[in-house]
T-cell receptor, first 113, second 113 residues
Framework: GAVVSQHPSWVICKSGTSVKIECRSLDFQATTMFWYRQFPKQSLMLMATSNEGSKATYEQGVEKDKFLINHASLTLSTLTVTSAHPEDSSFYIC?????????FGPGTRLTVT | QKEVEQNSGPLSVPEGAIASLNCTYS??????FFWYRQYSGKSPELIMSIYSNGDKEDGRFTAQLNKASQYVSLLIRDSQPSDSATYLCAVGGGNTNAGKSTFGDGTTLTVKP
C-alpha cells in the first residue's frame, strides 16, 4: 500500500506557542489530504480537507485561523496549530488518497503544557 | 442517524473463533467500502477494500458487501490475540461526502487467549 509519513511523531510545546506538523506522501502524489484529531478512547474527528494549490475546507466547528493548513505541493501538507493551549493536546493524524483508498500517516502526539 | 454505524461493542471472542464486525451506511450512492484496524495509540491501517457486492477474502479476513441492504461486514477467522484492536468501517464515493471517506466510530475487538 501507499506510504504516508508525518513529522514530528511527538511534540511538547508551551501554551501560547505554535507548532507545525508535516504530512508527506512518499510514493504517490496526493491532490487531497485530510487532517484528523483523536482524543484518547474517542473516534477519529475530521478537521479539514487539504487541497493542493487551494484553500483547505474545514469541518464545522474547527477554527480555520487556529489550525492553519497549507498544501503547497502534491506530496506535502502542513498543519500549524497556532497559539496552542492545553486543550489542543491530542493525537493528530493525516491521511492521503491514493486512487480510491485512503492511507494514514503514523500520527503526531501533541502535548501542550 | 449517523452516516456510518458500527456495532457499539466491545466484542470479545476466544482465540481461534470467528469475529464478526458489522457496519451499515446511509448514503445509497456510496461506492467504496473499507475496513481499518487501529491499535491503541496508533493510527488506522487499511486492511480491506471492497467495491462490489459479495465477498472478498484476504488471508483470514473476509469482507462482505450488500449494497441493497447498505451493509458491509468483516469476518476474521481463527482470531488471534494480535487481532485485538479497534476496527473502523469507512464508506466513500457517495453523493454527500465529496470524495472523502466517512468513518464509523469503530468496534473494539478483544481476542482472549
Amino acid at each position: 500500500g501507499a506510504v504516508v509519513s508525518q513529522h514530528p511523531s511527538w511534540v511538547i510545546c508551551k501554551s501560547g506557542t505554535s507548532v507545525k506538523i508535516e504530512c508527506r506522501s512518499l510514493d504517490f502524489q496526493a491532490t487531497t489530504m485530510f487532517w484528523y484529531r483523536q482524543f484518547p478512547k474517542q473516534s477519529l474527528m475530521l478537521m479539514a480537507t487539504s487541497n493542493e494549490g487551494s484553500k483547505a475546507t474545514y469541518e464545522q466547528g474547527v477554527e480555520k485561523d487556529k489550525f492553519l493548513i497549507n498544501h503547497a505541493s502534491l506530496t506535502l501538507s502542513t498543519l500549524t496549530v497556532t497559539s496552542a493551549h492545553p486543550e489542543d493536546s491530542s493525537f493528530y493524524i493525516c491521511s492521503a488518497n491514493s486512487a480510491l483508498e485512503q492511507y494514514f500517516g503514523p500520527g503526531t502526539r501533541l502535548t501542550v503544557t | 442517524q449517523k452516516e456510518v454505524e458500527q456495532n457499539s461493542g466491545p466484542l470479545s471472542v476466544p482465540e481461534g473463533a470467528i469475529a464478526s464486525l458489522n457496519c451499515t451506511y446511509s448514503d445509497r450512492g456510496s461506492q467504496s467500502f473499507f475496513w481499518y484496524r487501529q491499535y491503541s495509540g496508533k493510527s488506522p491501517e487499511l486492511i480491506m477494500s471492497i467495491y462490489s457486492n459479495g465477498d472478498k477474502e484476504d488471508g483470514r479476513f473476509t469482507a462482505q458487501l450488500n449494497k441493497a441492504s447498505q451493509y458491509v461486514s468483516l469476518l476474521i477467522r481463527d482470531s488471534q490475540p494480535s487481532d485485538s484492536a479497534t476496527y473502523l468501517c469507512a464508506v466513500g464515493g457517495g453523493n454527500t461526502n465529496a470524495g472523502k471517506s466517512t468513518f464509523g466510530d469503530g468496534t473494539t475487538l478483544t481476542v482472549k487467549p
